[in-house]
Every structure is written in C-alpha cells, then in structure tokens.
C-alpha cells in the first residue's frame, strides 16, 4: 500500500483511540454502499476476533440494499434506537459528514473521542481524530491501515467485507482511482477464500425481474443534453410503486445509462419514501461533480458524487444543468 499517502498522527490517534477505548462504537453513512457496510463490518469483525467490546449500526431507515444482504456481520448490527448515545469512542466510515450519520449524529456529537474514517476529498473533518485519506480507492483501503497500525489480524468476514469496500467503490477494477495499491490490497484479501464469483453477482449483476422492467423504463424516459454532454432520468414513486421495486434497490442503474457515449456527466434522481429527490452523479473526470453536490448540501468524489435535495425532480435537475 505504499503509494496512498497516509497521516500517521491520525492513524497514531486513531490507534490510541480504540486501542484505549472501553467500547468501541461503529457507525456507517445514511442508505449505506458498499464501502460504508464493508469498511465498518470488517472493522467489526477484527475488533470482535480480538475479544474487544463493539456496537455497530447505521441511520434510519435501518434497511440494506438487497444486493448487500449477505455481506457477514449484518446479523449482529443495532437499531440506530439502540445505539449509545454517548459513546466512548465512536468511529465513522465513509461519512463525509456528520449530517449523513442522520439520526445517528447525536451520538458522534456525545461522543468523548470521534474518529472519522473516511475517503471524501469533500471531508468536514468534523471528528476529534480525521483519518482522512482522499487518495485511497475506498474507506475500505483506510481500514486496512488501520487493522495493520493495530496489529490485528484479518479473518474470512472481515475479508469478505473489505474486498466488497474495494470492489464498490472500484467499479469492480475499472475506474479511476484503481491503482497498483487496490490490486495488491486485493490479492491479499482474496487470499481468505473470498467468494469472488458470487460476491460479483450479488453485488453487480443479479436483479430482480421487476428491476429490469423498471430499468427499461427509466432508459425509455432518460433525456440527453448532447449539446452540454448531459444525461439524466428520474425514477418516480409511481414508478417504484407500479413495478414494485424499493428505493435502494435502483443504486447500480446509473451505471447503465452513464454507458451513454455522448454524455460527459451522467445524472439519476430517485424519488425516496418521503418525497426527496436522492440525486447521484457521475463524470468522465473533465466535469467535478463533486462541486455540485457539495453546491447542494452532499459530497463525494470527483467522478462519482451525490445529494438530496427537497426542490423535485424538474427544479433539481435544472440545478444540475445550471452548475454544468
Ligand atoms: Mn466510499
């Protein structure tokens, strides 16, 4: 790992912080990826082999993709109702910032020591110790550093969790940020009998018929700017409704229409429960979309970014166009 650059202060506080603490509490971000679950369940896994007091959860609504639902450890997270509210050392994954802990952010504010673990070039830095470390493929990569500054071994789950970190928030070893580093990290996790094939289809390729009928949909409504290189769709709760396909489960079809070869910035808004528009983005590298969602109150990367905004799918989506 030695081409990501990492701050040894934090990654030495964040070792005196678990290493001293009396129980450590883990939470990922709202509506969790793969990188989120996979970074804090491996941490989970680690910090339990070692005999070590652990609470983990995540924010309302406390439901994962389906794709996500055989990552190991799921079974042994906390409703966000049962998680200390002043947690002793709390740590963070993937959380640009404390307003996407959702209601988990009153516990990071009681916290005596808060470690923030993360990726997000957009990072608030709002912990006591920010182990930030934009260069690193995923908080996936972060975490590693970490379990080694600890000493502590890997094992299967962990394993299986961390390489679901890294094949996320790779795009499965193909976007930008998939270095030499990745693949070495890689080698050495696949090393625990990480089930590679059926990982991949669970996480990438296998869909609910209904989702497919949804997705032909989208792609039917889906409007191209050709003159700004922009695309979009929105998916609707009458959509969601009529082809019976939940929020979450929508999260890999802007990978479908970002294909679009006369788009430079790809853009999908997803009609949530309560009426938010859940916008993700996407750029080819020329565009940071990044700028836009923080413009909007959300965060992320470079070529792969996000936000919610209250405004509806026409307005949002006007915003974007007007940020391009
Ligand atoms: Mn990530």
Redesign the pocket.
């Known amino acids: 790992m030695t081409d990501v650059p990492t701050d040894t202060d934090a990654l030495a506080a964040t070792v005196a912080a678990i290493t001293g603490a009396r129980t450590v509490a883990l939470a990922c971000h709202v509506n969790p990826?793969g990188?989120?679950l996979g970074s804090m369940l491996a941490l989970m896994h680690v910090l339990r082999a070692a005999g070590r007091d652990v609470v983990a959860s995540f924010p309302t609504p406390f439901r994962v993709a389906p794709h996500y639902r055989d990552l190991p450890g799921l079974d042994l997270l906390v409703e966000p109702a049962d998680f200390p509210t002043a947690p002793d050392v709390m740590v963070t994954f993937?959380c640009g910032s404390a307003a996407r802990l959702g209601d988990l952010e009153a516990a990071a504010r009681g916290a005596r020591e808060l470690v923030v673990i993360d990726?997000?070039v957009s990072n608030e830095r709002f912990g006591t110790v920010n182990l930030v470390v934009p260069t690193a493929a995923?908080?996936g990569v972060v975490v590693q550093m970490v379990v080694d500054a600890l000493a502590l071994p890997l094992d299967r789950d962990a394993a299986v969790c961390l390489y679901t970190a890294l094949v996320c928030?790779t795009g499965r070893f193909q976007y930008e940020c998939t270095t030499p580093a990745v693949f070495d990290l890689a080698r050495r996790l696949t090393e625990f009998d990480v089930p590679v094939p059926a990982l991949s289809r669970a996480l990438f390729e296998e869909h609910r018929f209904a989702y497919l009928k949804l997705l032909g949909e989208a792609l039917d409504r889906a409007v191209l700017d050709a003159e700004r290189r922009f695309v979009w769709t929105a998916v609707t709760r009458d959509m969601l409704d009529r082809h019976g396909v939940g929020v979450d489960e929508v999260e890999g079809l802007i990978d479908i229409l970002r294909r679009t070869s006369e788009a430079e910035v790809t853009c999908v808004c997803k009609v949530d429960d309560d009426g938010s528009v859940r916008v993700s983005l996407r750029s080819l590298g020329t565009v940071d979309v990044s700028a836009i969602a923080v413009a909007n109150g959300g965060g992320g990367h470079r070529f792969a970014a996000g936000f919610t905004s209250d405004l509806g799918v026409e307005a949002t989506v006007a915003r974007v166009v007007a940020a391009l």
Do not use: G, Q, T, Y
Request: hydrophobic content about 20%; charged content about 45%; aromatic content about 0%.
């Open positions: 990826d990188d989120a993937d990726h997000h995923a908080s928030d």
